[in-house]
């Protein structure tokens, strides 16, 4: 008898659990607009601002997080300032050739060359002119010269400061200087 009451509770007991639930229901929410943002079209007119449009610009004097900013500017005198002054701040053991190849490859070996000769693909096939080779008398490549290059462009080539961060700009830079050397040999 004991057992048949101990069954008869524990029917009861998960009856009432199970028949509590309702699945068609959510929960309550606090502060649902957390969980559902009210979605607005990009440049739409909204009473959200203040200035009656969605999209904002970001706030004057902030900066992207990991982003560092280059001070010195492109100009003539600031690519003359960096080639004498600019020094990279990786050390012997933070240089990592496989990689500042690879990032080489992709980016510069097109027109550079994959030895820093000035003859990669884009030149073979006459489609850039005039690209000089690393080891060229006169072209006095430092890391400084090198960097403001790669951060701002020169000539005819662009920048690459979008594509590429800051180590890894200077994972570039180290093995341009590798290819100068080799070069010279």
């Not at 309702?22 to 979605?39: D, G, H, I, L, T």
């Not at 020094?87 to 027109?111: A, F, H, V």
């Not at 690209?131 to 490549?141: E, F, L, T, W």
Request: hydrophobic share 35%; proline share 5%; aromatic share 12%.
């Amino acid at each position: 008898m004991k057992n048949l009451i101990k069954i008869f509770v524990l029917v009861i007991v998960v009856s009432s659990v199970v028949s509590c639930q309702k699945n068609s229901r959510p929960n309550y929410q606090f502060f649902p607009n957390m969980y559902e943002a009210v979605p607005y079209e990009t440049y739409s007119e909204s009473d959200a601002f203040a200035n009656g449009v969605a999209a904002q610009l970001p706030v004057d004097g902030t900066i992207p997080r990991g982003y560092t900013p280059f001070e010195i500017e492109n100009t003539p005198e600031g690519f003359e300032y960096a080639k004498a002054n600019l020094k990279s701040p990786l050390d012997s053991s933070e240089i990592d050739t496989p990689r500042g190849k690879e990032l080489y490859d992709i980016y510069c070996g097109i027109c550079h060359g994959n030895k820093g000769a000035g003859q990669g693909n884009l030149v073979k096939r006459e489609k850039i002119l005039g690209i000089p080779s690393y080891a060229d008398v006169g072209r006095a490549i430092t890391e400084g010269s090198t960097y403001h290059t790669i951060y701002y462009g020169k000539n005819a080539m662009g920048s690459y400061a979008n594509q590429l961060n800051e180590e890894e700009r200077w994972q570039v830079v180290a093995y341009v200087l590798k290819l100068k050397a080799d070069l010279e040999k």
